[in-house]
Each structure stands twice: as C-alpha cells, then as structure tokens.
C-alpha cells in the first residue's frame, strides 16, 4: 500500500509541475495589478484571478513599458505563454502576444 501511495504523490508531483500553454493577461506588476513585494516596474502575468511576477522575460521585451498604446505600465495585454509556477513567481519558457 506505502508503494502505491508513493508512487500517486510522486505522479502528482510531476504533473503539477510541468509547463503548459494558457492565455493570460500581461502587465506590468505594480502600475497594473498592484503587485507591491518589489520596487521598480516588472512585467507580471494574471490568471485564475491571481497575479504573479515573471522570471524568463524582461519587461521591456515586447517594446516601450511606458508606451501609451501598448506599453505594460500603461495597459493590460493578452499572451500566450508557456511556463510554470514556482513558488509566488511564473517561470516562462515562451510568449507571444495576442494583441
């Protein structure tokens, strides 16, 4: 029984943590979706009503932050990304814009 139980957490484990593609909201963290644990403006992603900081991209990625039109401090975008999260911050491996 201990062997069967090992081996369902151990599955679960690998399958919470691998990535997947979504679509999600793209912004930046504290002029967008108030994110306050750091300083600066840093680009963040939002999905299931959550936000999270995002390491593997910069925010100045996808062109000017500050940018009226389409700059991250200045409006919400849609993405698509591919990544995980680990711990409070989303790992990305890929995105691409929507809009």
Sequence with gaps: MKKILFVCVLFLSFACSEEKKQTVEASCGQCQFGL??????DLAVRF?????????ADIDD???AHDKG?????VVRKAEVTGKLEGDRFQVSSMKMLD
């Design 36 to 41: 306050t644990s750091q300083d600066g403006c």
């Design 48 to 56: 299931d009503g959550k936000a999270y900081f995002v390491d593997g």
């Design 62 to 64: 996808f062109g000017d």
């Design 70 to 74: 389409t700059g991250f401090c200045e």
